[in-house]
């Protein structure tokens, strides 16, 4: 299975702030990398597939940029709306796999 | 605008065999797309269980072993998980969700609102 590494698991951060965050794989997956956001009692929202490609209806402040092993999801001027949790998955291989999340809290 | 919907029992017996339902409205149920069932703990990010396409072709996360099975009726416009022999560990948020086919692989852009599946006897 392909392991998922993200990076932290939970930051603060200030409205307006630029926050990044990484989602290391432990092969080399390509492109195949997909950012999701969740919030508390939701399913999670696609946000960036393809690594760098932004999901219809998805902000741009939103960008995913890096291939394999090595991908970040970047939220530029952070919004109240912004605070959840963001998770990757890799669609490279079976069995499809996410990360563990990252928890972005107001500071 | 697709909208997915689970429904099924939110309390199973341990042992017994969990069985969830996704109805699919506003879209295509045929082809382009692979049909998923993804499962989240309390306080875990999600685990993939398993995805299966319109014209029943399966695959399924191995760590479940053989007690999941996934099938689909493109009539009803619905689709379906059993998991066999749970236990505790099963107890989780389940969610169906849609992955247009590309080539970048399985991305899931639609999702049902999830419903709390708890093991208990």
């Known amino acids: 299975d392909i392991k998922m590494t993200q990076s932290p698991s939970s930051l603060s951060a200030s409205l307006g702030d630029r926050v990044t965050i990484t989602c290391r794989t432990s092969?080399?997956?390509?492109?195949?990398l997909n950012w999701y956001q969740q919030k508390p009692g939701k399913a999670p929202n696609l946000l960036i597939y393809a690594a760098s490609t932004l999901q219809s209806e998805v902000p741009p402040r939103f960008s995913g940029s890096g291939s394999g092993p090595d991908f970040t999801l970047t939220i530029s001027n952070l919004q109240p709306e912004d605070f959840a949790t963001y998770y990757c998955q890799q669609s490279y291989s079976t069995p499809l796999t996410f990360g563990g999340g990252t928890k972005v809290e107001i500071k | 605008q697709v909208q997915l919907l689970e429904s099924g029992p939110g309390l199973v017996r341990p042992s017994e065999t969990l069985s969830l339902a996704c109805t699919v409205s506003?879209?295509?149920?045929?082809?382009?797309?692979?049909w998923g069932w993804i499962r989240q703990p309390p306080g875990k990010g999600p685990e993939w269980i398993g995805s299966?396409?319109?014209?029943?072709?399966?695959y399924r996360n191995l760590s479940l072993k053989s007690r999941v099975t996934m099938s689909i009726d493109t009539s009803k416009r619905q689709f379906y998980l059993k998991l066999s022999s749970v236990t505790a560990a099963d107890a989780a948020v389940y969610y169906c969700a849609r992955a247009p086919i590309r080539v970048a692989g399985d991305a899931f852009d639609s999702w049902g609102q999830g419903t709390v599946v708890t093991v208990s006897s």
């Open positions: 299966i396409s319109y014209s029943g072709a399966t």
């Open positions: 506003g879209g295509s149920i045929t082809n382009n797309y692979y």
């Open positions: 092969h080399n997956i390509s492109l195949r």
